[in-house]
Structure formats: C-alpha cells, structure tokens
C-alpha cells in the first residue's frame, strides 16, 4: 500500500499520521535543543564552581596569614625584651593628619592599582 492510497482510503488516519510525524520530529528538535542547553549550563555551572573554589582557598590563604601575623605580634608582645627599648627624647610628636589628606592618599595608592578606584573605594572596609 502506499501513502496516497492510504490517504484516499482514510484521510482521516493519513492526517493524523501527518500530525504523528510532526510531533515526532518537533519532540526530537526540542530534546536536542534541551540537550545542548543542559551541556551549556553544566559548563557555566563548572566554571562558576572552579571560580568559587580558587575563591575560597584564597581566602583560606589570607586568613593563615593573619593568623601567622597575630601570632607573631603576640610572641614579640610577651617577649618585651625583643622591643627595642624607647625613651621621651627618642619620641617624635607629630601634628595630626587632615582627614582629607588620609583620603587622597588612600584615593592614590589604589589609583596606583586599579585604574577604576572610584568603583572601589566605597567597597573597602577598615579592620577585618
């Protein structure tokens, strides 16, 4: 039998055939297309993880050496005779510094280091 003489058989049944194929066809495009937005998302998703855990050991990092930088203020604090001993005559008294003065200063050295300070000075906190 072929499909034109199917068709004038049962036009009803050849139709939805027509529909079946259809469908088939548009539910196999959708599940290739599904399948690469998974294989996208899974690989953003990667990237984002790496990113977050090289973050992390940083951090991890930073907070070792605060802690080595704390414990050695400590030693040198309970060893006072480390300290280099001072007297009146050897202190300097200076003026205190304008709050200005603090702030482009501060404003320079990160302009040193990043071009665009201005986006990240509002973002640094003092202390930690």
Same mark, same amino acid.
């Given at each position: 039998?072929?499909?034109?003489?199917?068709?004038?058989?049962?036009?009803?049944?050849?139709?939805?055939?027509?529909?079946?194929?259809?469908?088939?066809?548009?539910?196999?495009?959708?599940?290739?297309?599904?399948?690469?937005?998974?294989?996208?998302?899974?690989?953003?998703?990667?990237?984002?993880?790496?990113? !977050?855990?090289?973050?992390?050991?940083?951090?991890?990092?930073?907070?070792?050496?605060?802690?080595?930088?704390?414990?050695?203020?400590?030693?040198? *604090?309970?060893?006072?005779?480390? !300290?280099?001993?001072?007297?009146?005559?050897?202190?300097?008294?200076?003026?205190?510094?304008?709050?200005?003065?603090?702030?482009?200063?501060?404003?320079?050295?990160?302009? *040193?280091?990043?071009?665009?300070?201005?986006?990240?000075?509002?973002?640094?906190?003092?202390?930690?």
């Amino acid at each position: 039998m072929s499909a034109r003489k199917v068709a004038r058989q049962a036009p009803v049944l050849a139709g939805l055939h027509r529909v079946a194929d259809g469908l088939l066809l548009a539910l196999g495009g959708s599940m290739i297309g599904l399948s690469v937005l998974t294989l996208h998302w899974q690989a953003a998703w990667t990237k984002s993880f790496q990113q !977050l855990e090289a973050s992390q050991t940083l951090e991890h990092r930073l907070q070792e050496s605060t802690s080595q930088l704390e414990q050695h203020h400590l030693a040198m *604090a309970r060893r006072p005779g480390r !300290l280099v001993p001072t007297t009146i005559k050897n202190l300097i008294h200076l003026p205190p510094v304008p709050e200005t003065a603090i702030e482009v200063s501060q404003m320079a050295s990160v302009q *040193a280091v990043a071009p665009s300070a201005e986006r990240i000075i509002p973002l640094i906190r003092p202390g930690y």
